[in-house]
């Protein structure tokens, strides 16, 4: 199975890359982020002549989260059943060829100490509650999307620059640690130990070519299906030319 994550930031935008990367890639589960568009907005008739099928959790103008499949996906959920977090679009889960793929758009959390970062906070410890109580964490189980959190320093450039952010700030890394502690694994991390490999530049000041990136983009999965995972990499080029997202897709191969 090859699995991609990628905050497209607007499909509507990126809709072209999207479809001449599916072509070039050829995966079969593609979890996108930060869609900007509602289901009745989604572009289904575009994937579906692509080979896809689509499982959309949208929301107009924020958010926005899908999953991409060459079957019809079954099993979808959406949300994590708590009405105070999910008015906004962040979360949906389908089955796939016998593995549980959850799709993840986790909040920002806009300044430390801020209401957004309340929130943030409060839904990645919802999240584990979800996890905990409602999915079959002995099974074959990914979680992915765009985590807003970087895990490690050695998944930033600039770790002094960034430490005390809402990407790096230890509250944030616990509340990620929270979920790790469920028995997931980060197998990107685990084919990358030295770090230094990045998802996500800031449009503003260069970031990209001055290479100030963060790997905030991620997978987390059970053991059994990490064990299977034989290449994990980042597709920098999708970070260049005209009208790219700020985020690069991550691509994951399990035999």
Avoid at 128 to 141: K, Q, V
Avoid at 153 to 170: F, G, I, M, N, R
Avoid at 173 to 180: H, I, N, P
């Amino acid at each position: 199975m090859k699995l991609v994550t990628w905050n497209v930031n607007s499909i509507k935008v990126r809709l072209e890359r999207l479809i001449a990367f599916l072509e070039r890639e050829s995966p079969d589960v593609v979890c996108l982020q930060e869609l900007k568009c509602s289901n009745d907005e989604f572009p289904h008739d575009v994937i579906e002549q692509a080979g896809y099928r689509a499982a959309v959790h949208g929301q107009k103008t924020y958010n926005g989260v899908a999953i991409l499949t060459r079957d019809e996906p079954s099993a979808v959920r959406t949300g994590l059943g708590d009405e105070s977090l999910d008015a906004h679009a962040r979360l949906i889960g389908a089955e796939v060829g016998g593995t549980r793929v959850l799709c993840g758009y986790f909040p920002n959390g806009g300044e430390v100490g801020a209401e957004k970062w309340v929130f943030k906070l409060a839904w990645m410890a919802a999240l584990e509650r979800y996890l905990r109580e409602t999915e079959d964490l002995d099974a074959g189980l990914v979680l992915t999307g765009d985590f807003n959190v970087a895990p490690r320093d050695a998944d930033v450039a600039k770790p002094e620059k960034w430490a005390e952010s809402v990407l790096c700030h230890p509250d944030a890394r616990g509340a990620y640690e929270q979920l790790v502690a469920l028995g997931l694994r980060d197998v990107f991390a685990e084919h990358h130990p030295a770090g230094g490999v990045f998802t996500w530049w800031d449009y503003r000041r260069l970031a990209f070519p001055k290479g100030d990136g963060l790997r905030i983009d991620l997978a987390l999965v059970t053991p059994a299906l990490a064990e299977r995972c034989v290449e994990a990499r980042v597709d920098r080029d999708e970070r260049k030319g005209k009208q790219p997202s700020d985020h690069a897709p991550v691509v994951y191969v399990f035999s």
